[in-house]
C-alpha cells in the first residue's frame, strides 16, 4: 500500500483561487501552495494579491481581475493560464453579500450578487474543464453557505446564489465527473472574513452563532485547511456532486 499522505500531495498541479485577496480565498491559497501546487490567485484588489505573492513566495502568480465581468473572460483565463499552464484545480472562494432586507432589494443589488456568486462559478469552470478533460483530472470547488439551506435576514439575494451553488455544483458533477473532473462544495460556517466582519464585530451576536453549533464554537481558518485539501487532491477522486458543511453543526442543529 502506498503512504496515505500522498493522497493530499498537489505537487506540481496548478491551482485557481479567486477571491485569493482575503478572507477563506487567501487561506485556501496559502494551504494549496503548501501542500505543493502552484498557486494563481484572482481578485481585483492588486496590494492585496501582491501580499499574498510575497507570503507563499515562488510557485505563486496572481492576477488582478473581475470574475463577473463576462465579456473579460477569455482574457481572464488566458492571463490565469499563463504562468503555470492551464489549471487541474478552481476554488471559487469570490463572493458578495449585500444584506439588503426583501423590501429593499435593488436590480443592482440582485443582478451582482447572481453574477459573483453563482454565475461566475459556472463561466469560469466552463472555460477550464476542456484543458481538465484533456489531462483526465480536475478539481472544482465551488462555496455554498449556511443560506444554501437556511433563510436568514437580510440574506435573499444572497442565499438565492447560494441556494443555486448547491445545484450547480450538482449539475456540474453530473456533466463532467465522467472525464476526471470532480465538482464539490464547501459550506462554510460563520469565519472571521470580511464578508462576516458586522457578525464578529457584534460580540454577543457571535456567540450566539457559536453556541448554535454542536462544536460549541465558531470555525477559525484552520479549520478549512483539511476540508479543503481533501476535496481538491486525489483524496477525494470519488466524491462529487456534494456540498460538505465546515460550520461545527451549525446545520445539524
Not at 46 to 57: F, K, M, V
Not at 216 to 227: Q, S, V
Request: with cysteine; charged share 20%.
Amino acid at each position: 500500500m502506498s503512504d496515505p499522505r500522498d493522497l493530499f500531495d498537489l505537487t506540481g498541479r496548478v491551482a485557481c483561487i479567486t477571491g485569493a485577496s482575503s478572507g477563506i480565498g487567501r487561506r485556501a491559497a496559502i494551504t494549496l501552495a503548501a501542500a505543493g501546487a502552484y498557486v494563481v490567485g484572482v481578485a481585483r484588489r492588486r496590494d492585496a494579491l501582491d501580499s499574498l505573492a510575497r507570503e507563499i513566495g515562488e510557485g505563486c502568480a496572481t492576477v488582478v481581475g473581475d470574475v463577473a465581468d463576462r465579456a473579460g473572460m477569455d482574457t481572464l483565463i488566458s492571463a490565469i493560464s499563463e504562468p503555470f499552464g492551464a489549471p487541474d484545480i478552481v476554488v471559487h472562494a469570490a463572493g458578495v453579500n449585500t444584506r439588503e432586507a426583501a423590501d429593499d432589494v435593488t436590480p443592482e443589488g440582485w443582478d451582482q450578487t447572481l453574477a459573483l456568486n453563482l454565475s461566475a462559478p459556472f463561466f469560469i469552470s466552463q472555460a477550464m474543464v476542456p484543458a481538465m478533460k484533456a489531462k483526465g483530472w480536475g478539481r472544482i470547488v465551488n462555496f455554498a453557505s449556511l443560506q444554501t439551506t437556511r433563510a436568514f435576514p437580510g440574506g435573499i439575494a444572497y442565499g438565492a446564489s447560494k441556494g443555486g451553488v448547491a445545484q450547480l455544483t450538482r449539475a456540474m458533477a453530473e456533466a463532467w465527473s465522467v472525464d476526471g473532473i470532480t465538482a464539490n462544495a464547501i459550506g462554510p460556517g460563520f469565519f472571521p472574513t470580511e464578508l462576516t466582519a458586522a457578525v464578529f464585530g457584534n460580540p454577543e451576536r457571535a456567540a450566539r452563532n457559536a453556541a448554535q453549533t454542536c462544536a460549541g464554537r465558531n470555525g477559525t481558518m484552520e479549520d478549512m485547511d483539511g476540508p479543503l485539501l481533501f476535496l481538491c487532491s486525489d483524496a477525494s477522486s470519488y466524491v462529487t456532486g456534494q456540498v460538505l458543511m465546515v460550520d461545527g453543526g451549525f446545520t445539524a442543529k
